[in-house]
């Protein structure tokens, strides 16, 4: 009887350690849940509400000396390019300047209308497109380009290769 009470004292000791870890548990997992789902409930708001755009840094051209020496260089021309195609050119010279473009053909200058004089923008870029005369001999030929700024001159010169080979 004694062996009896025992196990009976130790079956209800064991029941009630059980019934206590199981009310921790369950305790504790309530206070994560509450405690995560107040975080993710702030979290969903920031997710949720619209980003306001923060100003970046300005990238505005700063101002040259006037006198700056006046340079030219080709950044991109389009070449080799097939008789009757259109072709580009863009130059990067002192922002301000006055441009203008000359492209000669076996000793003949071109007179397309896009072969105008420019003034390059804020950056120092400027671009011309025309148009190859269906009837220009192939070969590589001058794009000259010369630009004034501040009464000094930069020049460049960029070769056309007209071809009937085009890669692409």
Not at 15 to 19: C, D
């Given at each position: 009887m004694v062996k009896k009470a025992r196990i009976l004292k130790f079956i209800r000791n064991t029941?009630?350690?059980?019934?206590i870890l199981l009310v921790m548990f369950l305790v504790a997992g309530a206070?994560?849940?509450w405690?995560?789902?107040q975080n993710n409930s702030e979290n969903a708001t920031a997710i949720t509400a619209p980003i306001e755009p923060t100003p970046g840094p300005n990238f505005a051209p700063t101002k040259q000396a006037?006198?700056?020496p006046t340079g030219a260089s080709v950044q991109m021309i389009s070449s080799p390019i097939a008789p009757g195609s259109?072709?580009?050119i863009t130059v990067k010279t002192n922002p301000g300047a006055?441009?203008?473009i000359s492209v000669i053909y076996d000793k003949t200058p071109s007179t397309d209308s896009g072969l105008v004089s420019k003034t390059s923008g804020e950056y120092g870029i400027v671009s011309w497109s025309w148009t190859v005369e269906s009837s220009v001999p192939l070969g590589k030929?001058?794009?000259k380009v010369t630009c004034l700024h501040n009464e000094k001159t930069g020049v460049v010169v960029g070769d056309l290769v007209v071809s009937n080979k085009i890669e692409n």
């Open positions: 029941s009630i350690s059980i019934l206070a994560y849940t405690y995560m789902g006037d006198n700056v259109n072709t580009s006055i441009c203008t030929w001058p794009v």
